[in-house]
Every structure is written in C-alpha cells, then in structure tokens.
C-alpha cells in the first residue's frame, strides 16, 4: 500500500516480504503509482525513483504510530487483522513492518497505468541518473509459462524499448476486490530491442482473482501467519548479528 512518511511516500512491508527487502542492495528504489484518475483512454500513473531508507519496526511502535491509519483506510486485511488492540494482539506477526522511504526524487515522471492483464511494469536500471531503476508499461500477445521462450513486447506509450542486452525484469499482479487475493507472475531476462530473452519465469497474467471462499481464507490466513512468523525470525536473527 502507498503510505506517507513525514511527507515522504514509503511503503510498510510485513515481514512475509523480507526477501523482496533483502534484494534492495543498490539502495535504491522506483515507487510506481496509478493515480485513478483517467488520463484519455487509461489510468494515468506516477513514477518516483532515488535512494531509499530502509528501516526494521520489529516491535510495530513506528508503523502503529504514524502509518496504521492510513493502511487501515486503504487495506481491508490490515483492518481486520489491526484496526483494535485486540486484533494486534491477536494478528501480532501483521504489526512489525519494514518500512521503506524514498528519501530523495532523483526522477518522477508518469507512465501509462496497467489496463488489461497482459500489462506488465519493465524495470531496468536508467541511464540518467546512472543506476537509478526505471519502469515502462510494457504489454505482449502472450507471456509463454517457458522461461526460455522470447517475448516480443510493446511500449503503452508507442515508444521504441531498444534495448541492448541489459537485465530486465517484467512483472504484473492482480488482486481481487477484497485484497485478500493476489496474483503475482514475473519473467526476468535480458532486453534486445524490443524482445525480452527470460531466463527465469513465474505465474502469468490473470484477469481479477475471484475472492476466496470461507476455507480458502482460513487457510490463506494461516499461510499468511506462518509466512510472517518466519520472516520476523529471520529478521531478528540477521539484526542480532550485527
């Protein structure tokens, strides 16, 4: 969820996504937003990339304090499982967060938001600044399920990709009405041209994921628990060691 912090955006991670915030190496970032307002015949969406801080809320006092709120108006997961402090109490492993800030707008420009599901973010590194991640609305007739089968992609934009063998990493997700449903998929690779050369896939597009039943969401919840628990341990583990 897109949150503000100290008039900064930042996003507040659970734990089930340390290993997103361990590939966080380069310091960073590109926050990517659609706004929701239409923009001609799609969304128009907002990107902001530049370094990153990136801190550890194992005991949730920050995320409580000053970001919970706003996650509880847009998140419907987050006000059942946190909107009361019996809910924290009980749903603890939803409350320690990493929480992630764009501390400086090195680039902000807007894009063309995703429409359709065979819409997809491509992220590679810009070349101004240099190093500085860079996303483009990217769409394709398909996106084979083969991790070596090539993908011939299209700019939203009518721009040209040219691409020269950089790494690329092209991803979507869908979610259903409730949030409580995800659907992730991605394909990494190498960009020539106009066509992706993936080396590793996974998932594929999805229209919106029907909600889940009343057995799906217990067990969804407990994956969920679960997922969490293990990264707060992780996360301990790695801080004590420092």
């Excluded at 530049?50 to 304090?65: K, Q, S, T």
């Excluded at 990493?98 to 810009?126: F, H, Q, W």
Aim: proline content about 8%; overall charge neutral; hydrophobic content about 40%.
């Amino acid at each position: 969820m897109p949150l503000v912090w100290e008039g900064r955006p930042c996003v507040a991670l659970p734990l089930a996504h340390l290993d997103a915030v361990e590939s966080m190496t380069s310091g960073r970032a590109v926050f990517c937003v659609s706004s929701g307002q239409p923009q001609g015949e799609h969304l128009a969406a907002t990107a902001a990339a530049g370094p990153v801080d990136i801190r550890y809320d194992l005991e949730g006092a920050r995320f409580v304090a000053h970001l919970l709120e706003q996650e509880v108006v847009k998140h419907p997961p987050t006000r059942l499982r946190a909107d009361s402090l019996m809910a924290r109490r009980e749903n603890w492993w939803w409350v320690p967060r990493v929480i992630v800030t764009l501390i400086d707008v090195e680039r902000e420009y807007r894009l063309p938001a995703r429409s359709r599901s065979e819409d997809a973010l491509l992220l590679r590194c810009g070349e101004q600044p240099v190093g500085v991640p860079e996303v483009t609305t990217v769409t394709a007739r398909s996106w084979p399920a083969e991790s070596q089968t090539p993908v011939e992609l299209w700019r939203r934009d009518g721009g040209s990709l040219d691409g020269s063998g950089e790494p690329a990493f092209a991803f979507g997700h869908q979610f259903s009405p409730d949030f409580e449903r995800w659907e992730r998929w991605y394909r990494r690779g190498r960009l020539h041209g106009e066509v992706l050369h993936p080396w590793a896939a996974a998932g594929a597009p999805t229209a919106q994921p029907r909600p889940f039943g009343l057995v799906e969401r217990v067990r969804n919840h407990r994956l969920v628990a679960r997922d969490c628990r293990w990264g707060i341990a992780a996360a301990e583990a790695k801080l004590g060691q420092r």
